[in-house]
Structure formats: C-alpha cells, structure tokens
C-alpha cells in the first residue's frame, strides 16, 4: 500500500541548533514534494517546494533535500529558533497535479 | 490581499443533520481544494475545482458529500446526512498556478455528535 511516513515522535532541539526532519514514502514516484508548516488552530503554510528532478532547494534558514531514489526528503532549520515551533508536514504530488498526499507531521519543539 | 477563508470555524451537529461548509478562496485562484483531518490522521484529499468544474473528486467518501463552486468563486462542502465519522477538521485551499504552493483556509472544526 502506498504510505506516507513522517516521525511521529516530537523533534526538541536547543535554539541555535539545526532541526532535521524526515519523510519517506513507499510505492510512489511523486512528481514533487512539498513541506508546510502548520501552527495549532491554523491551515498549513507552505514552506518549500522540490521537484523530483530536483536534489536540493534552500530559502533563508531552510532547506530541503529529494532521494527519489532513498524515496526519502529532509527538511532542514538552520539556526532554529523558539518561533519555529510547529508541526511540519511533507505533502507529494502524486499526478503531478496539484492533488497531494500528506504526511501525518512532526512536531518540532525548540527550546530557549 | 485576504487569505482564504472558511465558515464557520467551528459546527456541533447531531448525527443525521446537514451542515455546510464554507469556503472563500483567495480572488483570481482557479484550483480550488478541499481537505480533511479526522482526529489522529493525516490530512487526506477530498476534491479539486477549476473554476467551477470538478477536476478530481477521488477522494470524496461517499454519495453524503455534495461540494460546489458557484460561478468559480466561493465552494460549499455540504454533508447530508452527517454521521459520527465525518467529525474532523475540514480545510480549504486555494492556488493560482496548477502547480505551486496552495494557501490554506484556517478550516472548519466539525464534530457529529
């Protein structure tokens, strides 16, 4: 079956520090992948969009990471910060049109 | 520029009522999503508007889920008749590109009682 999987596990982390998180995916070959923030109470924030011919993007602090081959994608905070606490979801685009699959997330705590 | 925006926020119903469901999405986007969180799961895909035609509606459950697009502008999703199962967090998204980065509504708490 196809499958999703991020660390379900919350991430802490000391300020300062980078924060990596992780998603795998089984059975698809996703067109590309993206990464949201979400916060509680409030709608995913995109962060980062990767296509599949794609190895690495950067944006600021942020940067993300595509094996298509490992069929795994790293999301990296550098110089992470209290306000970067959230929950992180990987969403792929399967059908290359716009329809994602999200992960379950990961929570992120970042402390002072 | 307004985000997306979804109404109500939140809706307690009995089992066997109908709600609906509102969503505004930002002007001038064409592709219009829903997406649902049942409590403890992942976000899954309901369905996807151009304009105001159904594009993907794969992911709709069943046939107690009737969502709309009047004139390519604002959606209702609505549910009739609700049952226990449809409790969760119903969102909203919009984008203009067909690929791209979508902009997400707050979403709309529903709870089936």
């Known amino acids: 079956s196809q499958k999703i999987e991020q660390n379900s596990e919350a991430l802490n982390i000391q300020e300062g520090k980078t924060a990596t998180l992780t998603c795998n995916y089984t059975?698809?070959?996703?067109?590309?992948l993206q990464w949201y923030r979400q916060d509680p109470g409030r709608g995913p924030v995109f962060l980062l969009l990767?296509?599949?011919?794609?190895k690495e993007k950067r944006k600021e602090r942020l940067k993300v990471t595509f094996d298509t081959t490992l069929k795994q994608s790293l999301f990296h905070i550098t110089a992470s910060q209290p306000a970067d606490s959230a929950t992180y979801l990987c969403a792929l685009d399967i059908e290359d049109f716009n329809k994602f699959y999200f992960g379950s997330g990961t929570k992120l705590n970042v402390k002072p | 520029e307004a985000g997306v925006t979804q109404f109500p926020s939140h809706s307690v119903i009995e089992k066997g009522q109908t709600v609906t469901l509102r969503c505004d999405p930002i002007?001038?986007?064409?592709?219009l999503y829903w997406y649902r969180r049942v409590m403890g799961k992942e976000i899954k895909f309901l369905l996807h508007f151009v304009k105001e035609s159904k594009q993907d509606e794969s992911g709709m459950p069943n046939n107690r889920f009737l969502a709309e697009r009047t004139g390519g502008t604002y959606s209702t999703l609505k549910v009739q008749p609700a049952e226990l199962e449809d409790s969760g967090v119903y969102f909203c998204?919009?984008?203009?590109?067909?690929?791209?980065?979508?902009?997400f509504g707050p979403g709309t708490r529903l709870t089936v009682t």
């Open positions: 002007s001038g986007h064409d592709n």
């Open positions: 990767i296509r599949e011919n794609e």
């Open positions: 998204a919009s984008s203009q590109a067909r690929v791209g980065e979508q902009y």
């Open positions: 059975n698809y070959s996703p067109a590309y």
